[in-house]
């Protein structure tokens, strides 16, 4: 399951994942991080079963936890099924079916956003 | 045996043509054999969709009361040729909105008006004793036009080469996005759909042609601008009426970086009068063959990297090198097929017969470069031959008189051998005597990775260096990596008021 970790410089500098791996002993995968001078986003991947307790751990400590259902959106009236897309993604979420239809594994996406300027038909969009 | 294109259209008059999309044929010719398939097959369809950038509109508004002979013209903020005549315009797929700039063009306003919507059309004229009106703004649809014919000068590439970029740069090309360091591969084309590599000498696509456009029955006007059939990159000027075509095959694109475009799906149907068809039609992916051509190279000639066939492209990745690279069409396969499959709906229906063509088109010709009599300003023309620089043992402080003596900026470093070792600038001196620490030699503070340029290099390029970089100098090399001159900000200004400009 992915979880979307946001936190604030205000409330300390601790450090929030590290803390949470060494409480829970759950091994976080981090697959984005964004960190700037004030607040930071981290998009990281937990087994389902211990989903609850990481949201709750992070929370306590002080971080925003929400849960990512959504992967790159595709407006299917947009899309001509070209495929720019498919080369240009990290993480292999575009691929052909057998009739050639563009086929998105959301799932593996970690919205990263390089195929949005990709899209010659603005079809692609990060979920708000 | 010979079939008479006469038979061909007296079959799909009574519904008894048997019509094949070119996808279809290969698989039927090694069934059938070549005589088997002649035999049994009467219509080829082909189909492509994909971006044809060469593509456009000429509109016929009606003339207002008082009347305008329009001078300027835009359709929703979008220029349209004012060259044409009273009420008359050609509007082009490429042209920018002067206010969304590459969000919205000409491919919006037309695939805005074959969708239904309104445009606002706005013009200006100075005004004559004929023509009164000097100003005018409305809203118009597609069926107020009086004619609104789509004519492209430059469709149907029989091929594309493909696109690869060795630079450690993000590039955005009209072949798509290119990740640095050969990180994809991008193509274009329909492969064994496209029309004319189903018919590659031109013997039934030609001026008069019936074709399927943009969802409305067209047809071929004749050879395409850089109509190129000697090196295999024949193209089609095609006309048809926008008042019949359908957004499904008709979609305005923006390349990232590189501008607005339109999606044009098209299809050329071929008859099967004889074995030469058959073969011509039996034609896959494997046996096109394109160039891979680095984009990396800012050259009309780039250099190619490999040949790749469509079958490789289509399997979602090449080897390059021995690795394997990732592929990514431009184009829209599934809609290819889309097309190829209407336009055999449209003749086993009997709605679209097939014509030979009125003119042959040209199969041997080649296209030739741009005559440019005068030659752009090359970095040659207006680098400083005199400057100062340093070596790389020497130390800070003597980079920071040579800086205020030399009245610049930049100071390439060189090495013992003679060589480019690096650069230092003003900025590097500075952050050296603010945080004083082990930093002693110009070895220690110069920047190692030197953007640098070469006296033949086009003035043009050399300035997107500097805009990609961030940077304001190029130390000008040779081939041995001597510093032989310094191109900065400063010299550009000689460009300006210069005979570059005339």
Request: aromatic share 4%; proline share 4%.
């Amino acid at each position: 399951m992915r979880l979307l970790v946001n936190f604030s410089k205000k409330k300390g500098t601790a450090p929030i994942i590290a803390q949470a791996v060494k409480d829970t002993g759950v091994l976080i995968n981090v697959e984005r991080a964004v960190i700037d001078s004030s607040e930071g986003e981290a998009l990281i991947e937990v087994p389902d079963d211990q989903c609850k307790l990481i949201r709750s751990t992070m929370t306590r400590l002080g971080a925003t936890v929400r849960q990512l259902e959504h992967g790159i959106g595709v407006d299917m009236s947009e899309c001509v099924d070209c495929g720019a897309c498919i080369s240009v993604c990290p993480r292999e979420v575009f691929s052909f079916d057998a009739d050639y239809k563009l086929v998105v594994a959301e799932d593996k996406c970690v919205l990263c956003g390089k195929c949005i300027p990709a899209c010659p038909h603005k079809a692609l969009s990060l979920p708000v | 045996m010979h079939k008479s294109i006469e038979t061909i259209n007296e079959r799909i008059r009574d519904g008894s043509a048997r019509v094949v999309t070119a996808e279809e044929m290969p698989a039927i010719v090694s069934e059938l054999g070549e005589e088997g398939a002649l035999k049994e097959v009467d219509v080829v369809t082909t189909g492509t969709f994909g971006a044809m950038c060469s593509s456009g509109a000429f509109l016929n508004f009606g003339h207002s009361e008082p009347p305008i002979r329009m001078e300027r013209i835009w359709l929703n903020d979008v220029e349209a040729y004012g060259g044409l005549a009273a009420v008359d315009t050609y509007i082009g797929a490429t042209q920018q909105s002067d206010t969304l700039e590459d969000q919205y063009g000409g491919a919006h306003v037309l695939e805005d008006l074959v969708s239904g919507k309104s445009v606002e059309l706005r013009a200006t004229s100075r005004g004559t004793d004929c023509y009164p009106r000097r100003t005018i703004t409305t809203e118009l649809l597609l069926e107020d036009l009086n004619q609104a014919i789509m004519c492209n000068p430059r469709n149907a590439y029989q091929r594309y080469n493909a696109a690869i970029n060795t630079t450690d740069r993000l590039l955005h090309t009209y072949m798509g996005t290119l990740l640095p360091d050969s990180g994809n591969v991008t193509y274009s084309g329909a492969g064994l759909l496209n029309p004319i590599t189903n018919d590659p000498h031109l013997r039934f696509i030609g001026s008069g042609v019936p074709i399927f456009l943009c969802g409305a029955e067209g047809m071929v006007v004749g050879e395409g601008t850089q109509h190129s059939p000697g090196g295999g990159f024949a193209t089609l000027m095609v006309k048809g009426n926008l008042k019949e075509m359908t957004p499904d095959y008709l979609r305005a694109a923006t390349m990232t970086g590189y501008g607005v475009t339109m999606y044009v799906g098209l299809g050329v149907p071929l008859p099967v009068v004889d074995l030469d068809v058959v073969r011509a039609t039996a034609v896959r992916d494997e046996d096109i063959s394109v160039d891979l051509v680095d984009y990396g190279v800012p050259s009309r000639s780039r250099p190619v990297i490999r040949s790749v066939n469509y079958a490789e492209l289509r399997s979602g990745a090449v080897e390059i090198n021995g690795e394997q690279v990732r592929t990514s069409s431009l184009s829209s396969f599934r809609k290819a097929r889309q097309v190829a499959a209407e336009l055999k709906g449209w003749i086993e229906k009997g709605t679209l017969q097939l014509a030979l063509p009125t003119r042959p088109i040209d199969t041997t010709k080649t296209v030739h470069p741009m005559h440019e009599k005068k030659k752009g300003p090359r970095v040659l023309d207006i680098m400083d031959r005199q400057f100062v620089s340093i070596g790389e043992s020497e130390e800070i402080r003597a980079a920071a008189q040579k800086l205020l003596k030399g009245e610049t900026n930049h100071l390439p470093v060189i090495a013992d051998n003679g060589k480019l070792a690096g650069i230092v600038t003003t900025f590097d001196i500075s952050k050296a005597v603010a945080n004083p620490g082990k930093a002693c030699t110009v070895k220690d503070i110069m920047k190692k990775k030197v953007v640098t340029t070469t006296t033949e290099e086009a003035v043009d390029i050399a300035v997107r260096k500097l805009e990609q970089n961030n940077i304001s100098a190029l130390p000008v090399v040779d081939k041995d990596r001597h510093v032989i001159g310094m191109l900065t900000a400063i010299n550009l200004g000689k460009l300006f008021g210069g005979r570059w400009l005339k």
